[in-house]
Structure formats: structure tokens, C-alpha cells
């Protein structure tokens, strides 16, 4: 069966990450629609370690806006060492806690690290998919699961961005969350109609990125060609952010 490539590349094309969200309530089922397609993603071995967390409560989502503002008072520390055309954005921002804190949904990807054991056991001795064990088949599963969903998300009419978590982070949500020790929650999908329009995502060219047959030694790029390249995505960034953030001038 074929299905019609243009509309699935404009799909594709049109997901941006919404930084800011109405707190307008969803269609009921969007969300099990959402995580529907979250569950179909592919994984190592088959393995699926993830579960889902949908986070709904204002209670609940005030908390952890709450955790996340403080710990990125810390965080924001190690971004000052960079000079400052090269900080992310994320740390223009003016005090206060992050707007998702009113988006109608969040949903929290877990991981079980125990059902690596699916998988087979050679990456764990000669280490596999870039990483030193068959920890990056696993990771990549739940990063695999959190981008199907960001795409039904589009799919369904809604916008969504993604927000990854630091381990102190991570820590005090599985507290608050009752999530055993055993597991790992791993990302979050926030979820609602967007406040704005996103713009044109950043992405470089195919002609820049592709290489036949052999390693087209013409592609390979420089220190000073990734320079100038983080300083593009960093404008980008800070664009679509000050959509959603009166952001402080770069380098404040």
C-alpha cells in the first residue's frame, strides 16, 4: 500500500516546537490518539521500554514548573562560561516559571532500562548505534516514541514541544509523579493549541548532509564552519523564542 508522500512531508515540514501553548482544553481522545502512535514506534530488538505519564492536574503541572525554574537558576550558571552569541536562548528568558506550566497536557515518556534484555546481548561487549553499550538502542527507542507523538500531535491539529530532563530534575518528578525507582522518565511531550504561528524550521540542505556510496570528503565540515552553523541554529532558536518569551537581549 502507498500513501501520500506531500501531505506526510508537509506534516513534517509544518511540526515546529511551540514554546508557548493556550490553556484551551483538547478534543476528547486527542491525547490517547497522541499516544496511540507514540506506542507504534519502532525499538531495538522490539523491545518498546516505554510507559506514559499524562499529566493533566494545574496542581500538578504548577509543581513542576516549579522544580524546573529553580534547577534552571543552576543550570543557567554552566551556560554562562559560553560566550554569549552561543548561549541557548533558553536562558534569555525573563525570570519566572516556563509557560508550559499552563499548556492542558503533558505527557511524561518513562523508560524501563530492564527491557534491554530483549534486545540482543553483542552491543553490550562491542558497543553499537554510537554508544558504548546497548544503552543507545534504549535511548533511542524513547526518542524514538517521543517523535511519533510529537507528529500525531501536528496530525490532530495541535502543536507540542519537547523538553528534556537533567537527572536532579528527573529525580523530583519521579517523587512527585509516584514513579518507582526502577523506571527512568525520560522526557516530556507538552501538548495544546498553539499561541502563535511557528516559522520556517532550520535545517540544513540535502546536498550539504548526503553522501553516495563513498564519504564526499568536500562535506566534512570545519571547526569554523560549525562555528558559523551554531550561530545559525542559535538565531533560528532565539526567533521562534521570542515568539513566546520577551527574551533579554543575547549575552544579559
Known sequence: MSYDYDSFLQLVHERRSIRKLLPDPIPEGSIEKILECGRWAMSGGNSQPWEFIVIQDPETK???????????????????????????????????LPNWKDAPAIIGVIGDRRKTQINVLHPNFYGAEG??????????????????????????GLASHHTSLEKPVELQYKRLLGIPDEL?????????????????????E??????????????????????????ASRAAVRFEESKAYDLKPAGE
Open 131 to 156: 554508544g558504548d553499550s546497548i544503552n543507545a538502542s534504549y535511548y533511542k527507542a524513547l526518542g524514538n516514541a517521543a517523535m511519533m507523538m510529537h507528529l500525531a500531535a501536528k496530525a490532530v
Open 206 to 231: 540535502l546536498k550539504e548532509i548526503v553522501h553516495y556510496e563513498k564519504y564526499d570528503p568536500e562535506l566534512f565540515r570545519t571547526a569554523k564552519d560549525l562555528r558559523q552553523e551554531i550561530l
Open 62 to 96: 504548577l509543581k513542576m514548573a516549579e522544580i524546573w525554574s529553580e534547577y534552571m537558576k543552576e543550570f543557567a550558571e554552566f551556560e554562562l562560561t559560553r560566550v554569549p552569541e552561543i548561549r541557548h536562548p533558553l536562558f534569555s528568558r525573563p525570570a519566572g
Open 184 to 204: 527512568e522518565l525520560h522526557c516530556l511531550v507538552v501538548v495544546g493549541y498553539p499561541a502563535f504561528e511557528g516559522g520556517v524550521g532550520y535545517r540544513r
